[in-house]
């Protein structure tokens, strides 16, 4: 772990956003694949996300009250337990109540759980299918968990829907579920509610989803919606009214600071933390 809180975004040595530039879909004629961000490999601790918020949106360790922020290991889990992310040029809408949970989006791009075997490295770029999703409530906005399989993975013939899932991985979505519920308890958090009495829903459920974050995407990169708070649209690729220069991209990674040297994490990163089953 270096002393950055950020990683700007240079795939191929083109400055673009993880959030706008990379392609949802990972061919024209394709939409069963899908390219995935990595922001945080599994097993490790440290918060990582698309700063949605800052030019060329650059993965970034989200800080809280100061401090870089890392998730508790909640016995007996260590760190996130897949490779988790986003799915690019997807927006849960803020303005938008969701039919199914009642709450609003949560202004981010859709998460991602990716269960294949392979540990990823932040920044990578995945190409996945859709198996089913989570519909976590998070502090009373909705924030759709999907879970996808690297399309190279070993069990990714066998899987291709989410009762594969617990057919081929047992325990696995109950793990996945217990984790998303309690990992906020060692902050001082309540428990995380969801929405199907924490049902998990099936691949076609999970398409609609990204669907429809995709079409909200879509205006908001358009300026057809008026209801953008917060977030930062340049891109050097979609014919869009906040398209910029790839000399004016370049230009903003160019401004940004250099590596910091490695620096040293507390050791209460590595704490276990016993939570009492209700």
């Known amino acids: 772990m270096r002393a950055l809180t950020s990683e700007l975004w240079r795939p191929d040595g083109v400055a673009c956003s993880p959030f706008h530039d990379i392609p949802l879909y990972s061919s024209d004629g394709d939409k069963s694949v899908l390219n995935m961000i990595v922001e945080v490999p599994r097993w490790t601790n440290a918060k990582m996300e698309i700063a949605t918020g800052e030019l060329m ?10 401090k870089l922020r890392f998730v508790h290991n909640c016995f007996p889990y260590h760190g996130y337990i897949w490779n988790y992310g986003a ?33 990823a490295t932040r920044g990578e770029i995945k190409q996945v299918k859709v198996l089913g999703c989570l519909a976590m409530i998070d502090e009373g906005e909705t924030d759709w968990k999907i879970l996808a399989i690297d399309v190279n993975d070993p069990l990714a013939g066998k899987l291709n829907d989410i009762m594969d899932v617990e057919k081929e991985m047992p325990g696995f979505l109950n793990a996945t ?25 099936n691949r076609e459920f999970a398409t609609s989803i990204v669907n429809e974050t995709y079409k909200y995407w879509t205006d908001l990169i358009q300026k057809k919606t008026d209801r953008v708070t917060n977030l930062c649209c340049d891109n050097v690729t979609c014919q869009s009214p906040y398209l910029i220069q790839k000399a004016d991209a370049d230009a903003i990674i160019a401004k940004s600071p250099a590596p910091g040297p490695v620096a040293s994490i507390n050791p209460s990163v590595d704490q276990w933390h016993y939570i009492p089953a209700n």
């Open 57 to 66: 949106n650059p993965i970034k360790q989200d800080i809280k009250k100061g």
């Open 87 to 119: 799915f690019p040029q997807t927006w849960e809408d803020p303005s938008h109540v969701d039919k199914s949970t009642s709450c609003k989006g949560d202004n981010d791009p859709l998460d991602v759980c990716e269960i294949g075997y392979k540990i």
């Open 177 to 201: 579920r217990e984790w998303f519920k309690i990992y906020k308890i060692p902050a001082g958090k309540p428990p995380n509610a969801f929405a199907f009495n924490g049902e998990f829903k």
